[in-house]
Each structure stands twice: as structure tokens, then as C-alpha cells.
């Protein structure tokens, strides 16, 4: 862990560079706090996701909330209740992805090999790993769909999103 008070310019050069480079010509966005769309896209950290890409949206189209596994966590229930009571969100799409780390091994498998290779026991905190990634995202769909403090007209669905093809394909829920 970094003890180290103040900025670690040097560590994250390539990001303050690559954000002076942005900021240089940034024209504002004159978007609101609104996705102009109504959409909450629940997804995955992976790296290989372009959320608005992928679906074929434009800044300020949706909220993007991502986490390991893209999972409906007690987090990712508070800012849905967030997004559609103060947001306007009318619709959520709960988008794990193929090949996703978080479905390649068990809670123990992944405990164990950040203590065999790191000498730290992560065991206080939950992966939330994936066996059985069909029924993990119909499982977190029905979790959004019957939480009782999202409004009832609210639309959910599922999709798996193919990280090789691009393609996503929609789910029966």
C-alpha cells in the first residue's frame, strides 16, 4: 500500500499526460446529469467493454455502473434506487461478458491464489465468482426486478455481451 502523502505524479504520468492532452481541446459536454437515453447498463471492469460502443450510444446516453463480474451487488442496488428516483432511469440492462475472469474460478480458487502469490488472505471479503454465469445474470435480473425500493415500472433485462464477436445477445428473464 502506498503510505506516501500527496499525488504520485510520476506513477500516473501517462494519465495526467494523456488528460492535459484532452482537457487542451475539451469543448464541455453541455450535457446534464442525465442519461438522455433512460438506460442504467450494469457491467463488467473487464477492459475489452466499451459500454457506449457496444450498445451504440453517445456520451451522456446511459449510466454505466461496472464492478468485477457485473454482479447486482447491495452497492449497485443503491445507485439503481439513485439513478431512477433522482435520474429518471426507466430501464436497466444487466451485461455480464464471455470469458470473464470471475467465471474461470471458485471463491476458494481466487482466495487462494492472491495468498499464495501476494501472502494476503482476502477471505473477509466476497468475489462473488460465477459457476454458472446463465444463471448468475437470471438470478441478478430477478434481484433488480424484485427489489422493493425500485419503481415496479421499471424495464429490466439480461444480455451476455461476446467479447471476440462484439455481439450481444439478449436473454429470456
Not at 12 to 35: C, W
Not at 44 to 50: K, N, Q, V, Y
Not at 69 to 82: E, F, I, N, W, Y
Not at 93 to 121: F, W, Y
Amino acid at each position: 500500500m502506498n503510505s506516501a502523502s500527496g499525488f504520485p505524479s510520476t506513477t500516473f504520468a501517462d494519465v495526467l499526460e494523456g488528460n492535459a492532452a484532452y482537457a487542451a481541446d475539451f469543448p464541455g459536454t453541455g450535457l446534464s446529469g442525465r442519461a438522455r437515453k433512460g438506460l442504467a447498463l450494469v457491467t463488467c471492469m473487464d477492459s475489452r467493454i466499451e459500454p457506449l460502443q457496444l450498445l451504440g450510444m453517445d456520451q451522456g446516453d446511459v449510466k454505466i455502473l461496472r464492478n468485477a463480474g457485473a454482479r447486482v451487488t447491495d452497492d449497485v442496488l443503491r445507485t439503481l434506487v439513485l439513478a431512477t428516483y433522482q435520474l429518471d432511469e426507466n430501464r436497466i440492462l444487466e451485461m455480464p461478458h464471455t470469458h470473464c475472469k470471475m467465471a474461470s474460478a471458485t471463491e476458494d480458487e481466487i482466495h487462494r491464489q492472491i495468498l499464495d502469490e501476494n501472502g494476503v488472505d482476502t477471505y473477509s471479503v466476497e468475489f462473488r465468482t460465477v459457476s454458472d454465469q446463465e444463471e448468475a445474470l437470471a438470478y441478478d435480473v430477478r434481484r433488480i426486478r424484485s427489489y422493493p425500493l425500485l419503481p415496479r415500472d421499471l424495464v429490466v433485462a439480461g444480455a451476455v455481451y461476446d467479447v471476440h464477436t462484439g455481439r450481444l445477445s439478449p436473454r429470456d428473464y
